[in-house]
């Protein structure tokens, strides 16, 4: 049990550039019934964090106004109706808002240990991303081993992840990047073959590689023009699963293609979905993920670390869209 009152916390001052994150000082919040208070150590930064801080992705009614999403730390309180944790435990959790903080509350269903062998601030880059890909790649996008899976924003954090996993499950992974650095260290990661969109059609690349026949999911967070080239891309019986939609929401679609290959379009948000789904979410990870952690067969790929005061930092460093997977805030 912490004898803190107050803790420093990151508010966005108004909606804008990273300069508008700044260090204030907030109570620290009481863990409810099912719930943890955690102690953070280390927190993720993630698009939505970003989005969010801009206006354009307000926490859900309940969840705290401050950003964050995920974090790493050790239990200091556990509230009523929790039986799985104990204070002092290490844990890391998917959160709805919060993180960006000394202390975060998180549902006991979305917590899990941190993996044997992980420091805090890898911990920290486990929950968004992983429940973000396993539950679309692997439940909506039903890879299975010996299937291709083409990922956009490759070098992002969920990009990096999606590599890692889809290569360790046994699919054949391609993903595209913006620029030549990128490209070896994704491969290095599991990707067959990576796309520079600079200079590479991926509807060609991912054909030629696969005889014509196309690859059978893929895992988008562009939209705009890509859907239609994402189509193109598929292969009979294929699946798009849209997570965001950098270049537009609004689209066009020749349905002709997508009932002559049997297309399957789908796509989910995570934050907004209810403790128990994300619950499952946990459940799934920690049964067939987590051991491939704790092996050393996967391991999240750090870009940088910055101080929690320096979460404006943080922030325009995703901004320059140079960084090759996550982004961490430091107690």
Not at 49 to 73: I, K, N, S, W
Not at 121 to 148: I, K, Y
Not at 175 to 185: C, E, R, S
Not at 266 to 292: C, D, F, M, N, Q
Request: glycine share 12%; hydrophobic share 45%.
């Amino acid at each position: 049990m912490t004898n803190d009152t107050t803790m420093t916390a990151i508010a966005i001052t108004t909606p804008g550039g990273p300069e508008v994150l700044k260090p204030t000082r907030l109570p620290v919040p009481q863990p409810g019934p099912g719930e943890l208070l955690i102690k953070v150590a280390a927190a993720g930064v993630n698009r939505p964090d970003v989005l969010q801080r801009q206006g354009a992705y307000p926490p859900p009614p309940g969840a705290p106004e401050t950003p964050g999403l995920e974090v790493a730390g050790t239990v200091a309180a556990c509230g009523p109706a929790t039986h799985r944790f104990a204070v002092g435990d290490p844990v890391c959790a998917l959160v709805a808002g919060g993180g960006y903080a000394a202390y975060a509350v998180a549902p006991e269903p979305q917590c899990l240990p941190v993996p044997r062998g992980l420091s805090m601030v890898e911990a920290a880059a486990l929950p968004e991303t992983f429940f973000t890909v396993w539950t679309n790649v692997f439940q909506r996008g039903r890879l299975v081993p010996g299937e291709s899976l083409l990922v956009h924003g490759g070098a992002s954090g969920i990009g990096t992840t999606a590599i890692m996993l889809g290569a360790a499950l046994g699919a054949r992974v391609f993903a595209t990047v913006g620029g030549q650095a990128k490209i070896a260290p994704l491969m290095a990661l599991g990707a067959e073959r990576v796309i520079d969109y600079h200079g590479e059609d991926f509807v060609a690349v991912v054909r030629a590689a696969t005889g014509k026949r196309g690859v059978d999911v893929i895992l988008d967070m562009v939209g705009g023009p890509y859907v239609e080239r994402n189509i193109r891309a598929l292969a009979v019986d294929g699946r798009l699963v849209q997570i965001a939609y950098l270049q537009g929401s609004t689209v066009t679609v020749d349905l002709l293609p997508v009932m002559m290959k049997r297309l399957t379009l789908t796509g989910s948000t995570l934050r907004i979905r209810p403790v128990a789904e994300k619950g499952a979410i946990a459940l799934a990870l920690y049964e067939t993920v987590w051991p491939l952690l704790e092996a050393g067969r996967l391991k999240p790929v750090i870009d940088t670390t910055f101080a929690l005061a320096d979460a404006a930092a943080a922030h325009a460093r995703m901004d320059e869209r140079d960084h090759i997977g996550k982004i961490v805030l430091t107690a």
